[in-house]
């Protein structure tokens, strides 16, 4: 089976930066995904990282490291509306190939 | 709007009822799952349609039941269910089952079962 470990809660202010760690068993592996979720929303696809190293794309960025079995999404430049709860994926190279997810993170961004 | 248009956004049913919830997408996707959100858990994997048939069930009890009519549009039949399953009750679609492309989510059905 699949498992991911990510923080609960994390908490930062305005204008910092903040990593987000997941760390995952699986039985198989294809990618690590991540998705952000406001309240009374739809998760929302952020990123894929299928390979090692760092993908970035504006303010976000994700990392992976296969040997590690971890991952993190980075947020750089927060803003009040970075306030969501953030979810890891993993995809599973096995038949069917669906995501699996972590708890989420719920990240709170002060002024 | 996602793309992925779910109904209703919520849901109060008693433990005799039965109630159905749709999805529809029209994003050309080949795939369309169920997932259930309930509070402080990971989001579940409830059902997969792959190109209309279902390739994964995850012992959801049979008080849930599918139905994919078309590459489009899924449904969740509800019946005699239990308080314990209120949660929302996310539809999601893909092109690409390993998510590379990313699933795309509809804002979900909150689901309240008294």
């Known amino acids: 089976g699949q498992s991911l470990e990510q923080p609960s809660e994390v908490t930062a202010v305005e204008g910092a930066i903040v990593q987000i760690n997941c760390t995952y068993q699986?039985?198989?592996?294809?990618?690590l995904s991540w998705y952000q979720q406001h309240d009374g929303g739809a998760p929302t696809f952020l990123s894929y990282n299928a390979l090692d190293g760092l993908e970035e794309t504006g303010r976000f960025s994700s990392f992976l490291s296969r040997s590690d079995s971890y991952g993190y999404l980075l947020l750089q430049e927060l803003q009040m509306k970075d306030s969501a709860s953030y979810f890891c994926?993993?995809?599973?190279?096995?038949?069917?190939?669906?995501?699996?997810f972590g708890g989420g993170t719920r990240l709170m961004v002060k002024p | 709007e996602t793309g992925v248009t779910q109904t209703p956004r919520h849901l109060v049913m008693g433990m005799t009822n039965k109630k159905s919830l749709k999805c529809e997408q029209h994003?050309?996707?080949?795939?369309m799952y169920w997932y259930k959100q309930s509070a402080k858990k990971p989001l579940e994997l409830m059902f997969v349609y792959s190109l209309e048939e279902r390739v994964e069930n995850n012992s959801v009890p049979s008080r849930f039941s599918p139905e994919c009519p078309n590459s489009s549009h899924l449904f969740l039949h509800l019946h005699t269910l239990q308080p314990e399953d209120s949660a929302l009750y996310l539809c999601?679609?893909?092109?690409?089952?390993?998510?590379?492309?990313?699933?795309?989510f509809g804002s979900g059905t909150r689901l309240t079962v008294v």
């Open positions: 699986t039985s198989g592996f294809y990618g």
């Open positions: 994003l050309g996707h080949n795939a």
């Open positions: 994926a993993v995809s599973p190279n096995n038949a069917g190939n669906m995501l699996t």
């Open positions: 999601a679609s893909s092109q690409d089952g390993r998510g590379v492309g990313g699933y795309t």
